[in-house]
């Protein structure tokens, strides 16, 4: 076995909220039939073993090997007390944060990069496509696709594209290639660029020219970072750590947990565990989803079946949706500019096992900024919006309360986007 597996605090295994749920989670449906999804409707796109994770409801799926040793490379991500916040808030509560810019792509998305990138080379697909927002996600594919002999194509939203280029970098160092969405590569884009030459693009138009290309072409499949099943299972382990982590701190629970939110896939990572400690064992953990006021998906959102992207290519999932046609003013967390938002994370809010609060970009960076010049750290455009969020809620705090930040990356590539704030 790899010297690197050995490190057995490298959780083993994934968690499943899927078991724990009290209702069971709606199912996708076929955006042509318009009833439940079967494996063969997924196969054109994803491995097999994807879609069996995709509908799963076993609590723990074990870790291949080798993803586990590549996790090793930067796993288990550290828990740190935010010391310095805490004095500068005048708080009595104790702050955490989990720090996931400790991955070599300084972000928590190689966390199903390496399994969604192994699970297809093992059924011998050798390319891959998806899309990408601010670029976390398609520089973290484009990593896993290098680390396990891979290709890969990516489909940049056009704002972050333009405002991001370091990302775009990013990925062509690691072997992928980079396009701005909507393009005029694919049938979808080029019907999107005759309707507004000047779109910004949207992560929902970004997915259908990924998706296109990869129906279109039998030696590859679409990749997504965020949104499905299966995706919200890899993310566990950040959660599962942080479980771990805690009692070691001589902490009995969480009181408040705040993660950011553009798809779920962070917020559903840190919080899944949780939540099903929560419904398991009556631990009291309260999880608060931090979204962006110009992208208010789940507090203005209605809860309904709509498409994943912006042609219909994508199967109907129930969620909170802005309506797939919803195209977010380009704010400089382009990782949350997401119409929808996953079905785990919308079910779990339907059913009133976390909430979720609006902050506006402004008010984000200030909290960025902050926990910069107190904890040293950059925070990424997303991660601002949860340490806003958990900063504004401990100046109210009750002492001892113990808050969890999940902070979902740096910043270090996205110092652009702190210009335009700090001048």
Sequence with gaps: MDREVINSSVPSHWYNLNAD????????????????LGPEDLAPLFPMALIMQEVSTERYIEIPDEVRSIYAKWRPSPLLRARRLEQALGTEARIYYKYEGVSPAGSHKPNTAIPQAWYNR?????????????????????LACALLGMTCEVWQVRSSYDSKPYRRQQMEVYGSACHPSPSDLTESGRAMLAKDPDTPGSLGMAISEAVE???????????????????????SVIGQELLVQLETAGEAQADMVFGCVGGGSNLGGLSFPLIGQNLREGTTTEVVACEPSACPTITEGEYRYDFGDVAGLTPLLKMHTLGSDFVPPPIHAGGLRYHGMAPMVSHAVNLGLMSAIAVDQDDAFAAGVQFARTEGIIPAPESTHAVAGAVEYAKRAAADEVIVIGLSGNGVLDLPAYQGYTG
């Design 122 to 142: 093992e059924e011998g697909i050798t390319r891959l496509t998806t899309e990408t927002g601010a670029g976390q996600w398609g520089a973290s594919l484009a």
């Design 213 to 235: 290309v990869a129906a279109n072409d039998p030696q590859a499949h679409y990749s997504l970072g965020s949104v499905l099943n299966h995706v919200m299972l890899h993310q």
């Design 21 to 36: 749920f009290p209702e069971p989670l709606p199912p996708a449906l076929h955006p042509g039939t318009r009833e439940p």
